[in-house]
């Protein structure tokens, strides 16, 4: 099969070169008869010498050419292999540089004030912690124009977020967010204390932890021992600095056994 | 004629190859770089990488100016973090699925003219129900330790483990360094002869004195102070110096009520007005007579923030 295919193939081929063969055959049979009238030969002659002068000029010049172009890409691929050694190490030192960017923009948040970039301005998260608790986060979208705005949040409601920002937020942003820190972290304090006393010392508490929503005023009844006679006091909290979490008044009250406790509801 | 018929078909057959030699390789004076971009397309080794090397780049540059805007935000930057992790996650924990890991964290970096460097333990525990993230273990190295207010500061924050509450406190109280640096500069600026800085524009204390009456000194001094729950409050206390003679002119005890009469001046005034006042009162002709009226209010209570 394949033999007749190159046997056909070359017959095409020499199909070809006959063929060819013949086009210069009748060619120069007839250039000879044109030879046979002198002019119009010479003048031929002539042309095709200056045609084959072009052609050869032509050719120099193309050869030229496509040795300066050998020349510039052996030149090129060259040069690429250094470089792309260089590419090899400027990437590895690009990745290492943008894994350690990364990592100091996660670490912001152990500052207590960490932020990303939005196309308004920025969203800034404001984190909480007591005695090394890390309790909840909060945050404040500010929108960076003149003035500046919050365009929403998740601070609560009694917390003085108005009142702080009309003081520092146009003037120093920095005290702005470290003042709402201060208060969040207190108001996630007394939070997580009231919490604990609700759900640690409950053996010990004689009713409900009665508490207001800042936390900032708690009142309860408790038992210095959590089985027997002993009789309860009553405990009032209140924190009148709100960025603080130790309170600023405390009153107990011991009773007999008779009603007193004007803040507890129960016998 | 045949010799040159088939020469011009010999040229006329090179010119042609030579002119698609021409044409397949880029043509010199154009860019290396596109070869370089096609070699890149072929390199196999991390094709992945190769594409996210232009976005990296662009993208490095995006994440350096947020650390940027942070740092500008919080006055605080931080040039270093590492953190290693480690699973304490026993067999048990895993049949209650409760998963318990313990972080070991370093930072570094500074707020302004303070260097400090953290190291802390952040355990986390995670139920079914909720993650808990308790810190450890906190030690703190800060320079410069010329502050000394800031070593007790310092113990008493490692011994809390309160992250947060180092760095607020860490923040008012360079703001109110600062405020302090200001002040003082400004008055030394605008009384260069009566206002006198021991320690330069840092220092902690403010030496007031009229060249035309040798002896007479007022004395600010101005301590920042980081109180137990973190709260940073400025101290200021007046100290006077007089020579004798004039202590024993003084029938009023007016030397001897300064400090207290100060503090009452504070408390009207502010800070920079008193301070001025103080200035002025040295370098009048006529005498100041401090006028004591009710009793000073004791302690200093929450000052204003310093001004921006």
Redo the contacts between chains.
Sequence with gaps: MELANTLSQDGESRGGVLAHLERLETQVSRSRKKMEEPQSAQAEESALGTRIHELRRLRDKLRAEVKQHQASVKASTTNVEPDQTLEITEQESLKRKWENVKAILQAYRFTGISGKLTSRGVCVCISTAFEGNLLDSYFVDLVMRKPLQIHHHSIPVFIPLEEISAKYLQTNIQHFLFTLCEYLNAYSGRKYQADRLQSDFEAFLAGPLQRNSLCNLLSFTYKAEPEGQSFPFCARLLYKDLTTTLPTDVTVTYQGKRKYCTFCSHD | ??S??V??RA??A??TA??R??VE????GED?SR??KS??ET?Q??SE??E??KD??S??GH??S??Q??ST????S??????KTEDLTSTEMTEKSIKKVLQR?R?SGNCHMITFQ?E?Q?LEIQNEESL?????D?SIIMEPTEYSELSEFVSRAEE??????F??SL??FV?WCEYRKRTFKRFKEKYPEAVHLSEGASSSCMGIRNPSRPGFELVIVWRIQIDE?G?VLPKLDLLTKVPLQALELDKNGVIETAPLSFRTLLGVLGIEATLESLIKSLHTERVMVFRQSRPARTGNRRLP?PP?
Excluded: N
């Excluded at chain 2, 931080?78 to 953190?83: A, D, E, G, Q, V």
């Design positions: 004629m045949d040159q018929l020469e011009a040229l006329e090179e010119i030579l002119r030699a021409c390789p880029p043509a010199p290396t070869v370089r070699f890149r390199y080794a991390d990488g190769w996210l090397s990296l780049r993208h490095l994440l350096e947020e650390i805007f942070l935000l919080t006055g605080i931080i040039r270093h973090y590492s953190k964290h930072l953290l802390f952040l808990s993230s308790v810190i450890t906190l809390r483990r309160d992250l947060f509450m760095f607020r923040h008012f703001e729950e709260k923030s921006p």
